[in-house]
Every structure is written in structure tokens, then in C-alpha cells.
């Protein structure tokens, strides 16, 4: 069975920083695209950040120069490194993986449950 496994999040003050981990089981998704996205109530799911199996990265254009996505492909895990953090962050953050590397979000196959990151100004 296929698990991702988001975890991380928490209460945070503005301009300060957290580090989300993402753990996928059942299955190795070493040659797919690991991404993050966000939602807030009554809003669609945004990208955040993909990145491939050799490790290039898009970014969405709210977190590009604040927030870095990596993996570690032994362990088919995802990082989410944000910094710089505003209360326009604060949001659901779910980890997804993907056949393809695309910022759609409706290629991404298998989704964790999220994580939830509150920022206070």
C-alpha cells in the first residue's frame, strides 16, 4: 500500500523558518517527480514545488527566492526548506508524487493527507 506521510508543520512567527519532510512506502518513487502544494479554505490547492529524480526544481512564483525543495532518493523523501515565512502562507501542505515532472496538479497520482503550517504575523 502506497503512503506518503507529511510532517513538520506547525505554528510559526513570521519571518521565521520550518522544514517539511514527506515519506513515501509501498513503493520506490525514485524516477518520479516529488512535489509540494497548499490549500487554504474555500481556495484550489496551489503548487508550491516540484522536482525531478535528478533534482531540478520549479518553483511557484509566491515562494520562489524563499522556499527549497530537495530529496533524498535512497529513502524516497522530500523536504520542503521555507524561510522567510508571511501569514499568506499559512495553508494545508501536501506532498505528492508524479510520472511526470509538471507543476498540473492533476498528474500527480498519490497525495498524502497534508500537514498543516501557521504563520503569525
Known amino acids: 500500500q502506497v503512503q506518503l506521510v507529511e510532517s513538520g508543520g506547525g505554528l510559526v512567527q513570521a519571518g521565521g523558518s520550518l522544514r517539511l519532510s514527506c515519506a513515501a512506502s509501498?513503493?520506490?518513487?525514485?524516477?518520479?517527480?516529488m512535489g509540494w502544494f497548499r490549500q487554504t479554505p474555500g481556495k484550489e490547492r496551489e503548487f508550491v514545488a516540484t522536482?525531478?529524480?535528478?533534482?531540478?526544481?520549479i518553483y511557484g512564483g509566491t515562494v520562489k527566492g524563499r522556499f527549497t525543495i530537495s530529496r533524498d532518493n535512497a529513502n524516497d523523501t522530500v523536504y520542503l526548506q521555507m524561510n522567510s515565512l508571511k501569514p499568506e502562507d499559512t495553508a494545508v501542505y501536501y506532498c505528492?508524487?508524479?510520472?511526470?515532472?509538471?507543476?498540473?496538479?492533476?498528474?500527480?497520482?498519490?497525495w498524502g493527507r497534508g500537514t498543516q503550517v501557521t504563520v503569525s504575523s
Open positions: 509501498g513503493r520506490t518513487f525514485r524516477s518520479y517527480a
Open positions: 522536482i525531478n529524480w535528478i533534482g531540478v526544481t
Open positions: 505528492a508524487v508524479s510520472p511526470q515532472y509538471s507543476a498540473d496538479l492533476n498528474l500527480y497520482s498519490y
